[in-house]
């Protein structure tokens, strides 16, 4: 019992008090300083902003050729990416290496897919460029839906890089660590994340800047190939849709629209709602490639709602339950 | 002989009557054994009184309190050589700052375990970056927390290796739900290329 009193007397006295005052004075100076990758970088580089505002010049204009590999779900390709930005115009060519032979290629708003045998179906997914999801920094600079942070610094394909975390307000949707080119602000690597678990991977392993030579020649890489647009597939007017989004997750706009389908982004993620007559399909909820796919009976009429996109499943179920047909 | 070694061991112990007691003493050789009859009536009277309470009273008791701190502090004082000051600091500044510190730590470790967020927290649910799978990115990324990051990737995909769900449909659904899919993809892909807004108005929320 002494023992126990000869301990405790220390702790009564204010002397111990102060030190865990100290200590803790210290400890909360230690949290909110930084680290000492980051103090390395300069102010400019400190601020978030200033990277997502790189990062969104650079997908278009720098000019560059790499090959990067993407892991969505069970599925994991590896791509070549030749990128050029000539004349205000996007020029790219975007080869598959695994699997069929596939080059897309890219030239302003025309898209178009070779195929190098004949045989194989035309009907596959399409990646369209070595960013999933596309940063918008139009979209995002105004919002307060994500919390950037710079986070440190780290080294993707033999480069210097800087990481971010893109951290959503709410669990409402996915969030991001970003690596970006130091010198660049491409991005060489991202992570979508849902509290924990990686949906998808992208992964530059090789990369080169400052390319100036030309892309070759598509007429005559191609030749015998299949061929097919893309564009004309996708790039559809902006019609009114026959239905409405009674609710969507806070910052999420229209971006593009058709009859049977109206496409949101936050600026950081997207997902798309389709709405369309025929054959019902059954009440589902479930996650493909990383990507949440919810579909569910229109109420009211005869047609069935499908939410694709980067979303968890319970913002998703939650959309569809919003959705309602427009009686004109 | 042995008789009387058992008689005075019972004696001791306090297992004989006052009869039997006052037997075995006239049956000794009292002159010889009485101081030490005495000492032990003595010794038995003061442990009787022990196990029955406190011999002292309160007022007692804090006397001898008070005088047993007197002697330890002289004791202290008497002893401040050299060799006694560095321990009295140690007992006075050291241990309470130990003390302080292993609370702290364990405060810490605590609330970094319990909160897998870093950075801003968000409004609903604490929404993080960081992991229930153990995924986590720290400022510095340390070459351990790297090989977290990048193991994790593998862990994570298996786990999300398609749905049965999906595998039990019939061949059309799947193929409208890829289409679906696909579609979706390529809007992403060229609005990538094209980030502008169309003048379709939000939706009425």
């Given at each position: 019992?002494?023992?126990?009193?000869?301990?405790?007397?220390?702790?009564?006295?204010?002397?111990?008090?102060?030190?865990?005052?100290?200590l803790m004075v210290m400890l909360s100076a230690a949290a909110g300083a930084e680290t000492p990758e980051i103090t390395a970088l300069s102010e400019d580089e400190r601020d978030p902003d200033y990277w997502i505002a790189k990062m969104s010049s650079s997908l278009l204009r720098e000019n560059y050729r790499g090959v990067f590999a993407l892991a969505r779900g069970h599925q994991f390709s590896s791509l070549e990416v030749d990128?050029?930005?000539?004349?205000?115009?996007?020029?790219?060519?975007?080869?598959?290496?695994?699997?069929?032979?596939?080059?897309?290629?890219?030239?302003?708003?025309?898209?178009?897919?070779?195929?190098?045998?004949?045989?194989?179906?035309?009907?596959?997914?399409?990646?369209?460029?070595?960013?999933?999801?596309?940063?918008?920094?139009?979209?995002?600079?105004?919002?307060?839906?994500?919390?950037?942070?710079?986070?440190?610094?780290?080294?993707?394909?033999?480069?210097?890089?800087?990481?971010?975390?893109?951290?959503?307000?709410?669990?409402?949707?996915?969030?991001?660590?970003?690596?970006?080119?130091?010198?660049?602000?491409?991005?060489?690597?991202?992570?979508?994340?849902?509290?924990?678990?990686?949906?998808?991977?992208?992964?530059?392993?090789?990369?080169?800047?400052?390319?100036?030579?030309?892309?070759?020649?598509?007429?005559?890489?191609?030749?015998?190939?299949?061929?097919?647009?893309?564009?004309?597939?996708?790039?559809?007017?902006?019609?009114?849709?026959?239905?409405?989004?009674?609710?969507?997750?806070?910052?999420?706009?229209?971006?593009?629209?058709?009859?049977?389908?109206?496409?949101?982004?936050?600026?950081?993620?997207?997902?798309?709602?389709?709405?369309?007559?025929?054959?019902?399909?059954?009440?589902?909820?479930?996650?493909?490639?990383?990507?949440?796919?919810?579909?569910?009976?229109?109420?009211?009429?005869?047609?069935?709602?499908?939410?694709?996109?980067?979303?968890?499943?319970?913002?998703?179920?939650?959309?569809?339950?919003?959705?309602?047909?427009?009686?004109? | 002989?042995?008789?009387?070694?058992?008689?005075?061991?019972?004696?001791?112990?306090?297992?004989?009557?006052?009869?039997?007691?006052?037997?075995?003493?006239?049956?000794?050789?009292?002159?010889?054994?009485?101081?030490?009859?005495?000492?032990?009536?003595?010794?038995?009277?003061?442990?009787?009184?022990?196990?029955?309470?406190?011999?002292?009273?309160?007022?007692?008791?804090?006397?001898?309190?008070?005088?047993?701190?007197?002697?330890?502090?002289?004791?202290?004082?008497?002893?401040?050589?050299?060799?006694?000051?560095?321990?009295?600091?140690?007992?006075?500044?050291?241990?309470?700052?130990?003390?302080?510190?292993?609370?702290?730590?364990?405060?810490?470790?605590?609330?970094?375990?319990?909160?897998?967020?870093?950075?801003?927290?968000?409004?609903?649910?604490?929404?993080?970056?960081?992991?229930?799978?153990?995924?986590?990115?720290?400022?510095?990324?340390?070459?351990?927390?790297?090989?977290?990051?990048?193991?994790?990737?593998?862990?994570?995909?298996?786990?999300?290796?398609?749905?049965?769900?999906?595998?039990?449909?019939?061949?059309?659904?799947?193929?409208?739900?890829?289409?679906?899919?696909?579609?979706?993809?390529?809007?992403?892909?060229?609005?990538?290329?094209?980030?502008?807004?169309?003048?379709?108005?939000?939706?009425?929320?």
């Open positions: 019992m002494n023992q126990i009193c000869q301990f405790w007397t220390p702790l009564k006295s204010s002397r111990w008090f102060k030190s865990l005052a100290v990128h050029r930005f000539r004349d205000e115009v996007v020029q790219e060519q975007l080869t598959q290496l695994n699997g069929p032979l596939r080059r897309i290629v890219r030239e302003g708003d025309h898209i178009r897919c070779y195929h190098e045998s004949e045989n194989t179906s035309l009907n596959h997914s399409v990646l369209l460029g070595p960013f999933s999801q596309s940063f918008n920094a139009l979209l995002q600079a105004e919002s307060d839906n994500y919390v950037v942070k710079v986070i440190g610094r780290d080294r993707v394909a033999g480069r210097e890089a800087v990481m971010l975390t893109v951290q959503p307000s709410a669990n409402d949707r996915f969030g991001f660590v970003l690596w970006l080119d130091r010198s660049k602000g491409l991005l060489l690597q991202s992570h979508m994340v849902d509290r924990g678990r990686i949906l998808e991977v992208l992964q530059f392993a090789t990369i080169e800047f400052d390319v100036t030579t030309e892309l070759e020649d598509t007429d005559m890489l191609h030749q015998g190939w299949a061929v097919h647009s893309l564009s004309e597939e996708v790039l559809t007017a902006n019609e009114e849709p026959t239905f409405k989004v009674k609710w969507t997750p806070r910052g999420y706009r229209v971006v593009s629209a058709n009859k049977h389908r109206i496409h949101f982004s936050d600026g950081v993620s997207d997902f798309s709602v389709f709405v369309e007559q025929g054959r019902e399909l059954p009440k589902l909820s479930t996650e493909i490639e990383g990507r949440s796919i919810v579909t569910r009976p229109l109420r009211g009429r005869p047609g069935q709602i499908t939410i694709v996109g980067a979303l968890p499943l319970q913002t998703a179920e939650r959309l569809a339950e919003s959705v309602e047909p427009i009686i004109f | 002989m042995e008789d009387h070694k058992e008689a005075w061991s019972a004696f001791i112990d306090g297992e004989l009557s006052e009869l039997e007691e006052l037997r075995l003493i006239r049956q000794s050789d009292f002159a010889q054994v009485s101081p030490s009859v005495h000492r032990w009536a003595s010794v038995r009277e003061h442990l009787r009184s022990g196990r029955q309470g406190s011999a002292l009273s309160s007022k007692g008791q804090a006397i001898l309190n008070q005088r047993i701190s007197h002697a330890l502090d002289a004791e202290v004082s008497a002893g401040g050589s050299q060799e006694a000051e560095p321990n009295r600091i140690i007992r006075r500044h050291v241990v309470p700052f130990a003390a302080a510190a292993s609370i702290v730590l364990a405060l810490t470790v605590g609330l970094l375990l319990q909160s897998p967020s870093y950075g801003p927290s968000g409004n609903e649910s604490e929404s993080s970056l960081l992991a229930e799978n153990g995924y986590e990115v720290r400022p510095t990324a340390s070459p351990v927390v790297q090989n977290q990051i990048n193991s994790a990737p593998q862990a994570a995909m298996l786990a999300r290796a398609e749905s049965s769900e999906l595998k039990a449909l019939d061949d059309e659904t799947q193929a409208r739900l890829r289409r679906y899919l696909e579609e979706h993809d390529r809007s992403v892909g060229l609005r990538a290329s094209n980030p502008q807004f169309v003048g379709y108005p939000a939706p009425t929320k």
